[in-house]
Structures are given as structure tokens and as C-alpha cells.
């Protein structure tokens, strides 16, 4: 690939993480104004998110003498979590950060230990209520995870690798027309993942605010201030992160340019969350004993991906 020539080898690499620690903000905007638009509303700025992280850091924190330290940590292990995930994610064909031999297997888990402690801080605070989100929170990611590494399992048998950065290298146009049916079905059952993992509709609706049908947003119910700030900034990078997974596996097709891989990568995000909002702007959240069906309808699809992969 193309680099400067002018600029250290290492530092192109820092480039995409940096980009997804700022502009990571910008997915929900986009998200939210595509939903005004369907709904013929003016809508939120795009900035929106900015405003309210400057907002929230500037405020104080309240905690409840009945909480512990877990109820603390959980905003900080989640933004920790999704920034090392970020690490490992390659962007527009640039290696990540962080690359080796089955780091697929580090990715699903570090997101993993961060949703782990959003669910003991909303237990922590003792309230069934947050018991209920955190009980459904941790049966739907349970489901999701058998489907993510479903679908990655067949990409990984049609590239030969167990890298991320390994897939996104070696996947081709010549990949997806020898292999097109298995790189479509995995990419749908990944589709569902990231609909899930990020709290979007059919699975969970982030604007919500009925109690019988909250997931995510019952468990942070009880933070506020710099945590809740967290909490929704680390929101949007895993948007950012899960997003740039999806790009390497879809986009086969990137130049020798540097700057313009960049530049189709982002294209791709943009394009993601207008489409996210154009199916939370046409369709309804699915009843809570519906999503299970989903989820394991995203599994068989990713099931016939490996079956036709091993074929």
C-alpha cells in the first residue's frame, strides 16, 4: 500500500484509532438525523453527542452509599474495553495497531469483559429493575457471540487466516466471486451482531424510555455526570469499531492509496449508520421473546455460511 513517504513508517497506523477517538461521536448523529428526516422532523444537530459528553464531564457525580467500587469501574472497563477492541481493528486495509494469529478470538472477549462489568455495576445497584436489563442484557450478548464467531469462523475458513487484519488483507474481489454466498450470509449474521452489541432496533431501541421493554438503557439508568458521559462515548466508538469490522469484510475492493482507503472506509460508516437509521426509521422493535428467534435465525444463516465454506 501506499504511504508517505515523508512521515514515519509507524505513525499511518495511529491514524485510523485517532480518527475513531474523535469522529466516533459523529455515527449516532448520523443516525438520529436520518431518523428525523423519515420522520419529517428537524432533529437533533449531528453534533448532538458532542455537546452533551462536554455537558456531562462538567457535572458532578452522585453516588449511592448501597453501590461498591464495581458500580465506579463499570463506565471506565467499558470505555476501556471498546478502546483496546479498537486496537485490534484494521481500518481500510491498514493493519491495526494490535495484529496476531487469533485475535479474532481477543476482540469478541475484551468486548465481552466490558459488557461483564456494565452488567455487575447495574446489579450492583441492587435495583430489580436494572437486574431486569442486566438479565436480558446478558441473555441476548450471549446469543450474539455464538453468531459472531459463526460468521467469522467461515470468513476465516475462506481466507485462511485468524487474524482480523489477516481477513481484511486477504479478502479480495476475487474472494467474493469465488465465495460470494458465504461472504453474504456471514456478513448478514454479522449484521445482526452489530444491531445487538450496539442497542440499535429490531433488537433495542436507545431512545426508549418504556421500563418493560428497556435492555442497555435500564442498566446505566443510575449513572450520571463524567459516568454516563463514558458510557455513551464508549457507545459510540464500539459503533465506530463494530462498523470498521463489518468495512473489512464487505469491501474487497481498495486501492493502493492510502488516503483514499481512508476515505472509502468512512464513506462505508457514513453509508452504515444512514442505513441504521433508515430500518429504525421503517420498522418496529421486535417483542423481547422475538429477539432470541432473531438472534438464533442470525446463527443458522451464519451455520449454512460455514457449512458452504467447508464444502
Not at 494469529?101 to 469478541?108: E, K
Not at 431512545?207 to 450520571?224: A, K, Q, S
Not at 488516503?259 to 430500518?279: D, E, K, Q, R
Request: with cysteine; proline share 5%.
Amino acid at each position: 500500500m501506499e504511504t508517505l513517504s515523508f512521515i514515519p513508517l509507524f505513525i499511518p497506523l495511529f491514524i485510523p484509532p485517532l480518527m475513531a477517538i474523535i469522529l466516533s461521536p459523529l455515527i449516532p448523529g448520523v443516525i438520529n438525523r436520518t431518523k428525523a428526516l423519515f420522520g419529517g422532523r428537524k432533529g437533533q444537530p449531528i453534533f448532538q453527542l458532542y455537546y452533551d459528553l462536554w455537558k456531562l464531564a462538567g457535572k458532578g457525580a452522585v453516588y449511592s452509599r448501597t453501590t461498591s467500587w464495581i458500580f465506579r469501574a463499570g463506565p471506565i472497563a467499558g470505555l476501556s474495553s471498546v478502546l483496546i477492541a479498537l486496537t485490534l481493528i484494521p481500518f481500510g486495509g491498514i493493519r491495526a495497531l494490535i495484529a496476531f494469529n487469533g485475535d479474532i478470538i481477543l476482540f469478541a472477549y475484551i468486548l465481552g469483559l466490558g459488557r461483564v462489568f456494565t452488567i455487575l455495576a447495574a446489579l450492583d445497584t441492587g435495583s430489580s429493575f436494572e437486574g431486569m436489563g442486566a438479565s436480558r442484557e446478558a441473555q441476548f450478548s450471549t446469543l450474539a457471540e455464538v453468531t459472531l464467531f459463526l460468521g467469522l469462523s467461515a470468513v476465516v475458513i475462506k481466507t485462511g487466516t485468524f487474524s482480523i487484519s489477516g481477513i481484511s488483507k486477504a479478502l479480495s474481489l476475487d474472494t467474493w466471486t469465488s465465495s460470494l454466498a458465504v461472504l453474504v450470509l456471514a456478513g448478514i449474521s454479522i449484521l445482526a451482531v452489530f444491531l445487538t452489541e450496539n442497542c440499535r432496533i429490531p433488537v433495542d431501541d436507545p431512545n426508549t424510555h418504556l421500563e418493560l421493554t428497556m435492555i442497555h438503557e435500564v442498566m446505566v439508568l443510575d449513572h450520571g455526570g463524567p459516568d454516563l458521559a463514558l458510557i455513551l462515548y464508549a457507545g459510540a466508538l464500539k459503533l465506530w469499531v463494530l462498523g470498521a469490522l463489518m468495512a473489512g469484510i464487505i469491501l474487497p475492493v481498495l486501492s493502493s492509496n492510502y488516503w483514499m482507503n481512508i476515505l472509502m472506509t468512512s464513506a462505508f460508516l457514513f453509508i452504515l449508520s444512514v442505513s441504521v437509521g433508515i430500518i429504525e426509521s421503517t420498522m418496529a422493535r421486535l417483542r423481547l421473546r422475538r429477539i432470541p428467534q432473531l438472534l438464533i435465525g442470525a446463527s443458522a444463516t451464519a451455520v449454512i455460511a460455514l457449512a458452504l465454506a467447508l464444502r
